[in-house]
């Protein structure tokens, strides 16, 4: 055996497979596409959830409740994970809480809930305070700051599509 023949038969480049261009080129008369039927004729489009005539997968499972697209997504962050997570005079912003993962995925706006005990003056910033947290930071000494929502009912829609598409 010679050096030369190793690679003999390899192509790098392997040209591409002629369809229908006669009995010769191995792919002649039916092209490739067998005898008959939907397949072979063109202009055929496949139906996506078509599951050969059973009941497709898509109406068997079973839907429950509804998905209120409209609806606002609130991340309940509790006043105990502020305490632990932030230190004595710090600002929380809903940045910072995302920085350091407490508030994780997407959501519209941030509600502080009063679970747990505050020793900390903070400068809490967020959408919504239930009363008990409120009353928990001034007691503390610290601050509240309310922001309006960022987002329209539109902009929640749009970004709801966006997400769908990439799932």
Do not use: C
């Given at each position: 055996m010679n050096l030369e023949d190793v690679h003999r038969g390899i192509l790098k480049h392997k040209p591409r497979k002629r369809i229908g261009r006669g009995p010769g080129s191995g792919t002649g008369k039916t092209a490739a596409r067998g005898h008959k039927g939907h397949k072979s004729r063109s202009g055929y489009s496949r139906n996506p959830i078509f599951q050969g005539g059973a009941m497709p997968m898509i109406r068997r499972i079973p839907k429950r409740g509804f998905n209120n697209k409209w609806?606002?997504?609130?991340?309940?962050?509790?006043?105990?994970?502020?305490?632990k997570s932030f230190d004595e005079g710090a600002e929380v912003t809903i940045e910072l809480l995302a920085e350091k993962h407490i508030a994780k995925g997407t959501f519209d706006e941030v509600k502080i809930l009063g679970e747990g005990e505050l020793t900390k003056k903070l400068t809490v910033t967020a959408h919504r305070f239930s009363k008990q947290a409120e009353e928990k930071i001034k007691a503390a000494g610290g601050t509240v700051n309310r922001i309006a929502p960022k987002r329209t009912p539109k902009e929640r829609v749009a970004a709801l599509a966006e997400e769908q598409k990439q799932a």
């Amino acid at each position: 055996m010679n050096l030369e023949d190793v690679h003999r038969g390899i192509l790098k480049h392997k040209p591409r497979k002629r369809i229908g261009r006669g009995p010769g080129s191995g792919t002649g008369k039916t092209a490739a596409r067998g005898h008959k039927g939907h397949k072979s004729r063109s202009g055929y489009s496949r139906n996506p959830i078509f599951q050969g005539g059973a009941m497709p997968m898509i109406r068997r499972i079973p839907k429950r409740g509804f998905n209120n697209k409209w609806g606002v997504e609130v991340f309940a962050v509790n006043v105990g994970d502020l305490d632990k997570s932030f230190d004595e005079g710090a600002e929380v912003t809903i940045e910072l809480l995302a920085e350091k993962h407490i508030a994780k995925g997407t959501f519209d706006e941030v509600k502080i809930l009063g679970e747990g005990e505050l020793t900390k003056k903070l400068t809490v910033t967020a959408h919504r305070f239930s009363k008990q947290a409120e009353e928990k930071i001034k007691a503390a000494g610290g601050t509240v700051n309310r922001i309006a929502p960022k987002r329209t009912p539109k902009e929640r829609v749009a970004a709801l599509a966006e997400e769908q598409k990439q799932a």
